[in-house]
């Protein structure tokens, strides 16, 4: 408190400090002036808008476009704050059909920097001209050029140094302004757009038909490539566009491009919803990558609650929510995802794809030219390492080099006993194996084995079969891990997971923090079968658990459900908590790495994998299996 003496008056701010004030709103850094002048171009019905920076747009921005123009007259008024000629009253800003409507950016780009408006409307026969320099607006003077605006705005924030402080480096403005660019041009694909930056073009996008072709623009064939379609209806929501591989991620989520009725747009449950579609299949600390258009009536949005109209109010977030995360979902449980080790190219410099792929491998392994030669059947350790090699992550790099895996299987206890000979084996016995030194017992087991899905297990933690093209490894507790997963998910869905009664429900002492949470959470485990009572202070009685964790205590299996409640401090929405459950769950009650299993069991687990839905990734994000086509491995050996 500075004193007693006289609060000041309240006053009305005069006309240029409220633009100025805006301006701050709207206007945080040269990008912001180009997505509003390219709005508004977009906004007259342009065909071809050029975008032109000098120094990031620190010194200048014009941009042209070939739209409808503004009639002389209105010059003036377009300038000014609060004028627009898109909505006309307050009814209209629900049902906003174009990108501006605050009539804000004009005025508010006006009163910190020098702007200059040049236009011509079809039936005027001469351009006009208007400058404003920090808010001074003079008057319209008649001017030449063609039908269209042309708008310069320089020296951003000439007259507010304090803003012109918190710009970055001429660099970063670029790569801002270029983004603000990309996200317009994105949403319209059926427009032409350029960019020139210091004198340098950098994009030139004529019109395309496919929304797929501009993508590839920007991001590369590489990145279109791997895009998955995506498209949903409701009689009132149109979702369509499409989503990166999860092979393909990033470690932020910028490359998120979400399209509402044209505007770009930022929303964090839908960033959720789309995280959610790929729960699972990424890494920790990876981000999707999408491209996604949601198109809707406009009264059901309400797009004026943030200066930049960048995030928006949904009048029904939920079923949105839902419905991306439904559509997705589904449309990756039909897509094959299996990752697959990209082979290095190879030295001698063949074409990568090569036409070899076409003929059905032979039954054996070609003799090597000498007997005493080990290539590595491992990739060398300069080759580009793909995304998840867990093998070749664990070995030692002497190993790699020296050291035939042949020896490491077979020398393990349990890869002694368990080994089931198929055709794979040949190919851990070693390159120098004689074509016909086929294990003795090969005939009557493989004939069980073109039977039954087979394979041998290594390490006790990988199984190894032969496939159609090549050779999988599978992560046994990945994958049994993903099979339950999905087993639980199901049964839950539908209501119809089996459940085990307590002959005498059993009393658990938990903390009492955590015997808040279960009892909150009571309705949520009753979906899972387990069934909890209050049973005084901080004990809980339970009377039934999923018939799945038979072999488990139900005191362990409820201290743990306890502290997986209690451990999610960012308290998830309800669908998180139980997926999360049913991740615990499911990881709790899979075989381990280190278990051995019988022959049965690795049958069992080969056969269930053709069954689940996603058996290519455990839920935790790391894939179940490696596969190395006859290609990749002819490849690493040089064959090819
Ligand atoms: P808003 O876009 O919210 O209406 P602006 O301050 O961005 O507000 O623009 C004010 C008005 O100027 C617009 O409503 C439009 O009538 C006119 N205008 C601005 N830019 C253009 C343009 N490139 N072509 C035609 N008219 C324009
Ligand atoms: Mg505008």
Redesign the pocket.
């Given at each position: 408190m500075t004193g007693t003496d006289a609060m000041a008056a309240i006053q009305q701010l005069p006309a240029n400090v409220v633009n100025k004030i805006a301006a701050g709103e709207v206007v945080e850094r040269p990008a912001s002036v180009v997505k509003?002048?390219m709005?508004?171009?977009i906004?007259?019905g342009a065909t071809r808008i050029d975008v032109i920076l000098q120094k990031g747009g620190l010194q200048g921005i014009r941009v042209v476009?070939n739209?409808?123009?503004?009639p002389a007259d209105q010059l003036t008024l377009?300038v000014a704050s609060h004028?627009?000629?898109?909505i006309r009253s307050d009814e209209d800003l629900f049902r906003v059909g174009t990108l501006?409507?605050?009539?804000?950016?004009?005025?508010s780009i006006g009163s910190i920097s020098r702007l200059q408006i040049r236009?011509r409307t079809a039936s005027d026969s001469c351009a006009a001209e208007l400058e404003v320099v920090g808010g001074q607006v003079a008057s319209p003077i008649p001017s030449a050029g063609p039908e269209g605006?042309s708008?310069d705005v320089a020296d951003l924030f000439f007259n507010t140094p304090v803003r012109r402080k918190f710009l970055r480096t001429t660099q970063t403005e670029a790569s801002h302004a270029t983004e603000a660019f990309t996200r317009l041009a994105l949403a319209y694909p059926s427009l032409h757009f350029t960019l020139n930056s210091n004198q340098r073009t950098v994009y030139d996008l004529p019109p395309c038909d496919s929304w797929r072709e501009r993508i590839a623009t920007f991001f590369g064939n590489e990145l279109a490539d791997s895009l998955i379609g995506v498209q949903s209806e409701d009689e009132q929501t149109c979702l369509s566009g499409y989503v990166a591989n999860p092979a393909v991620s990033r470690a932020n989520n910028r490359m998120q491009y979400l399209f509402l009725n044209g505007r770009f747009i930022r929303d964090r449950s839908l960033q959720h919803a789309l995280s959610e579609a790929y729960r699972g299949l990424l890494m920790t600390g990876r981000y999707p990558v999408s491209f996604l258009k949601l198109d809707m009536p406009a009264q059901l949005v309400d797009v004026n609650v943030h200066p930049t109209k960048m995030e928006v109010k949904f009048r029904d977030g939920g079923r949105i929510y839902s419905q991306l995360l439904s559509t997705i979902r589904n449309r990756f449980l039909n897509t094959d995802l299996t990752a697959r080790l990209e082979a290095p190219p190879p030295p001698g410099g063949e074409p990568p794809n090569a036409p070899s792929s076409t003929h059905r491998p032979p039954p054996t392994l070609p003799l090597p030219t000498t007997p005493d030669h080990h290539p590595s059947r491992l990739p060398a350790q300069d080759s580009p390492i793909p995304p998840f090699p867990p093998i070749l992550n664990r070995l030692p790099s002497q190993h790699r080099a020296t050291t035939p895996t042949h020896a490491e299987i077979t020398t393990s206890p349990l890869a002694a006993q368990q080994e089931i000979p198929l055709p794979a084996v040949t190919l851990t016995t070693g390159p120098d194996a004689e074509p016909d030194a086929q294990p003795a017992q090969s005939g009557s087991d493989q004939a069980a084995a073109s039977q039954a899905p087979s394979a041998m297990q290594a390490l006790n933690r990988y199984l190894i079969a032969e496939t159609e093209d090549g050779v999988i490894v599978i992560d046994q507790h990945a994958l049994h891990e993903r099979i339950l997963y999905e087993q639980i998910r199901q049964k839950v869905l539908a209501g119809s997971l089996e459940t085990q009664r307590l002959l005498v429900p059993e009393p658990v002492d938990l903390s009492s923090e955590e015997a808040a949470a279960i009892l909150d959470a009571r309705q949520l485990l009753a979906r899972l079968g387990v069934d909890v009572q209050p049973f005084g202070g901080a004990s809980v009685l339970i009377s039934t658990y999923p018939a799945m964790l038979a072999n488990w205590n139900p005191t362990d299996l409820l201290r743990l459900l306890a502290e997986q409640l209690t451990s999610s401090t960012k308290k998830p929405e309800r669908r998180d908590l139980l997926d999360e459950l049913m991740h615990m769950i499911s990881c709790k009650a899979a075989i381990k790495a280190g278990d051995r299993l019988t022959r049965d069991e690795i049958a069992a687990l080969l056969q269930q994998r053709e069954l689940a839905q996603d058996a290519h990734h455990c839920p935790h994000g790391r894939p179940t299996a490696l596969v190395f086509t006859r290609d990749d491995l002819d490849r690493q050996f040089k064959r090819t």
């Open positions: 509003e002048l709005e508004n171009a906004d007259a476009d739209g409808r123009g503004i377009a004028a627009t000629s898109k501006g409507f605050r009539g804000e950016a004009l005025a236009s605006t708008i």
